[in-house]
């Protein structure tokens, strides 16, 4: 069993803001990643580290730590952002990584 | 720009072995550690192993551990997976996927392949 929790579901109106969240005991020390993945396409990096997009990601895509519960907040949500998210991070050794498992975003 | 193309899926009876193979191009592959990430049908990712940038240390899934080689080959640019003791339950879409930070093992996977799938049945 995965050893991050993630709501399987979230859904959304367009031009709104939607938090997806990732709860995890490790991640009280390891940051935690996000993944977003359209149907049938490979997953694509959208936060990384304390808050860090990678180039091409828009500024609507922000993320939160608060204790054992990282966040990724999307702002404005638009129809494309219709997608499965992903968080990984890593176990409690440091040495293995964890997938929670998705959060499939539905944008009403 | 960065790309990675896996090959090698198919079907494969239970019980037997199959290696996969993921062609980088567009960076210095020696110098990045590189993932094995799967997803069986309808379901999420799940992570499987890493392989340091140099070749000297991997790290496995429990769920695969013992049943799960990665190597790779920086000459050629080119990370492997071999599996053996197939079940039905491995069926799946194997990714590998590019490590971001250079010479370092993270979570951070900047670049992923378009997946290979492999199906185990008789």
């Known amino acids: 069993s995965s050893e991050l929790t993630q709501d399987p579901a979230v859904s959304v109106a367009l031009g709104q803001t939607v938090r997806i969240t990732c709860q995890g005991d490790?991640?009280?020390?390891?940051?935690a990643t996000w993944y977003q993945q359209k149907a049938g396409q490979a997953p694509i990096l959208v936060m990384y580290?304390?808050?860090n997009r990678p180039s091409g990601i828009p500024d609507r895509f922000s993320g939160s730590t608060s204790g054992n519960t990282v966040s990724l907040t999307i702002t404005e949500t638009r129809a494309e952002d219709e997608a499965d998210y992903y968080c990984?991070?890593?176990?409690?050794?440091?040495?293995?990584?964890?997938f929670g498992g998705g959060t499939k975003l539905t944008v009403l | 720009q960065v790309q990675l193309v896996e090959s090698g899926g198919g079907v494969v009876q239970p019980g037997r072995s199959l290696g996969l193979s993921c062609a980088a191009s567009?960076?210095?592959?020696?110098?990045?550690?590189m993932h094995w990430v799967r997803q069986a049908p309808g379901k999420g990712l799940e992570w499987l192993a890493v392989?340091?940038?140099?070749?000297?240390?991997?790290y496995y899934a429990d769920s695969v551990k013992g049943r799960l080689t990665v190597s790779r080959d920086n000459s050629q640019s080119t990370l492997f997976l071999q599996f053996d003791s197939l079940r039905r339950e491995d069926t799946a879409v194997y990714y590998c996927?590019?490590?971001?930070?250079?010479?370092?093992?993270?979570?951070?996977?900047?670049?992923w392949g378009q997946g290979t799938l492999v199906t185990v049945s008789s």
């Open positions: 990984n991070s890593r176990d409690r050794s440091g040495d293995l990584v964890v």
């Open positions: 580290g304390k808050n």
């Open positions: 392989i340091s940038y140099d070749g000297t240390k991997t």
């Open positions: 567009g960076f210095t592959f020696s110098t990045y550690a």
């Open positions: 490790s991640l009280r020390s390891y940051d």
């Open positions: 996927a590019k490590d971001t930070v250079v010479t370092t093992r993270t979570n951070w996977f900047e670049a």
